[in-house]
């Protein structure tokens, strides 16, 4: 009894530190990216862009270690600044120029990953 007692809290403190606001927002923002990138209709871009920049909002008030904070800060500054031209884009009804910026996401998403190391 006394094992299973352990078991289970070490179960759950691996479960508690492999989940966190940050890696929840993210998870969230990869899916409405890959979302919006296999979708050519506006109103699908603009439900998905709702739930991405919500996403971003919680990521980007994360604490990361402390050597990475100022990437991480100017990550989350480069990517709110595309974020901005893609939701220009979209109320414009701009289809072509949001794919465009979906692009430069993409590229921003994978150079800080790799910066940060993030898998």
């Avoid at 809290?9 to 998870?27: P, Q, R, V, W, Y």
């Avoid at 031209?85 to 993409?106: M, R």
Wanted: charged share 25%.
């Amino acid at each position: 009894m006394k094992h299973l007692i352990l078991a289970t809290l070490f179960m759950i403190s691996i479960t508690g530190c492999s989940k966190n606001g940050l890696h929840d927002a993210m998870e969230s923002m990869g899916s409405s990216f890959k979302t919006m990138r296999g979708s050519d209709e506006i109103t699908a871009l603009k439900s998905e862009l709702k739930t991405f920049t919500a996403s971003y909002n919680i990521a980007k008030n994360q604490k990361v270690n402390t050597e990475d904070q100022p990437m991480f800060n100017e990550g989350m500054k480069e990517l709110n600044q595309l974020l901005n031209q893609l939701k220009t884009h979209i109320d414009a009804g701009d289809v072509q120029k949001s794919k465009e910026v979906l692009k430069q996401l993409g590229k921003v998403r994978k150079k800080y990953h790799e910066k940060l190391g993030v898998k």
